[in-house]
Nanobody, 123 residues
Framework: QVQLVESGGGLVQAGGSLRLSCAASGRTFTDLTMGWFRQAPGNEREFVGTINWSGGAYYTDSVKDRFTISRDNAQNTVYLQMNSLKPEDTAVYYC?????????????????WGQGTQVTVSS
C-alpha cells in the first residue's frame, strides 16, 4: 500500500509561481514512478507530468517549458514547481504513484492517488 498527500496549492495571480508537494508513505519510495495530473471544473483528468525513480521527467506539451517535476528520495517527496502560471492552469492537482517503471502518461496506469490540492490562477 502507498499513501499520498498533496500540499502547496492556493490562489496566485497570472504569471506567478507555486510549488506543490506530494509526500509518500507505505513502501520504498525509490520503487515508485510518480505522476502529476490535474482536473479543471467540468473537465476530465489531464496528465501533467511524470518522474521516474532516478529523476527522469516527462511533461505534457502545455506545461513543459513552465513546470518542473523533481523528487527527494530521502524525504519520500515529489514536487511540482509551477512557474508563469496561467488562468487555464486552474485545477485540482493530484499526485499518483505506480510501482511499474518506464514513463506512464495515462491515469489508469497508476495504482495510488492523493486527494488533490486546489490551484487557482486569477487573471
Amino acid at each position: 500500500q502507498v499513501q499520498l498527500v498533496e500540499s502547496g496549492g492556493g490562489l496566485v495571480q497570472a504569471g506567478g509561481s507555486l510549488r506543490l508537494s506530494c509526500a509518500a508513505s507505505g513502501r520504498t519510495f525509490t520503487d515508485l514512478t510518480m505522476g502529476w495530473f490535474r482536473q479543471a471544473p467540468g473537465n476530465e483528468r489531464e496528465f501533467v507530468g511524470t518522474i521516474n525513480w532516478s529523476g527522469g521527467a516527462y511533461y505534457t506539451d502545455s506545461v513543459k517549458d513552465r513546470f518542473t517535476i523533481s523528487r527527494d528520495n530521502a524525504q519520500n517527496t515529489v514536487y511540482l514547481q509551477m512557474n508563469s502560471l496561467k488562468p487555464e492552469d486552474t485545477a485540482v492537482y493530484y499526485c499518483a504513484a505506480t510501482s511499474s517503471r518506464s514513463p506512464h502518461f495515462a491515469g489508469y496506469e497508476y495504482d495510488y492517488w492523493g486527494q488533490g490540492t486546489q490551484v487557482t490562477v486569477s487573471s
